[in-house]
């Protein structure tokens, strides 16, 4: 988390310096590089109801999750979309057993990061620093229906790297944790993959349908695979200064993206209200 501090107070200086030259935008709206749709770990502002089902059990649950991306500083290209973006991000997502007393906290997942992001016509990319910190909630511990407990904490660094034709997206790459607290999740890859798409005219009462699948392999979960679906209707304005919310029919399988519980396989399925901004 310090180190992450250090480079955003490293990063003020040449903003600074570059908020006098005409090529470059204090502040910008969106982003050079669009969030994978299906990507359960994207800092975004939504409400989920899931029905999860884990190696001890299955339960009812409602995943939210609070989290933006903020741009500090663009250097536009020769069109529009193009160029270069320097961004800081957090987010906090929240699991919520619903089938205990009180609606039990689950897990807790706390990410900041550090985004640059570059496109050039239909090939785009971004690479972020990032730091996530993850605690079971205290009634999950208590009910003993809990994964041995784990101080888990991480700075790693990710690229991704995209191709898009017509509102068809492909994109890949990767993830490295180069600093742990826990030797259970020390050092170690992970490799991203999947596809995403928006229509680009209104398919049922004027909304547009937009979906995707995203898939990662993790080191530390012995290389299995975690696979996210998510299809689902855009209500309101797409582009640029995006506005509306987005409905999803969602599902997951694989090893759990919910923090401490990597060392588990989960499914799910359920239905999302996303917030969009």
Excluded at 16 to 44: I, L, N, T
Excluded at 170 to 193: C, F, I, P, Q
Excluded at 219 to 224: K, P
Aim: with cysteine; net charge negative.
């Amino acid at each position: 988390m310090k180190y992450l501090i250090a480079l955003l107070c490293a990063a003020a200086i040449p903003l600074a310096a570059a908020h006098a030259q005409s090529k470059y935008e204090w502040f910008p709206v969106g982003g050079g590089f669009r969030s994978p749709v299906a990507d359960p770990a994207e800092p975004r502002v939504f409400m989920s109801r899931l029905n999860v089902k884990r190696d001890t059990g299955e339960f009812s649950a409602a995943h939210v999750g609070l989290g933006y991306d903020f741009g500090l500083l663009r250097r536009q290209g020769e069109r529009p979309d193009d160029g270069w973006q320097l961004s800081v991000f957090g987010s906090i997502d929240s699991l919520f057993n619903l089938d205990l007393p009180g609606d039990a906290l689950v897990n807790s997942d706390y990410r900041i990061g550090m985004p640059l992001t570059w496109r050039r016509g239909a090939f785009s990319a971004r690479g972020r620093l990032v730091h996530q910190s993850s605690h079971l909630g205290d009634e999950l511990i208590l009910g003993g229906n809990a994964p041995r407990r784990i101080d888990l904490s991480f700075e790693s660094v990710d690229l991704l790297v995209a191709w898009e034709y017509s509102g068809w997206r492909v994109y890949g790459g990767g993830n490295y944790v180069w600093r742990s607290s826990t030797e259970l999740y020390d050092k170690g890859a992970s490799t991203h993959l999947g596809f995403d798409f928006v229509t680009s005219s209104g398919v049922l009462f004027g909304q547009r349908l937009t979906g995707g699948i995203d898939v990662k392999w993790l080191e530390q979960a012995d290389w299995r695979s975690g696979t996210s679906a998510k299809l689902g209707l855009m209500l309101g304005r797409y582009s640029p200064d995006r506005r509306g919310f987005t409905i999803f029919l969602e599902a997951y399988d694989g090893f759990a993206p919910f923090g401490q519980f990597f060392v588990e396989d989960v499914k799910y399925y359920g239905a999302t209200v996303q917030f969009d901004f």
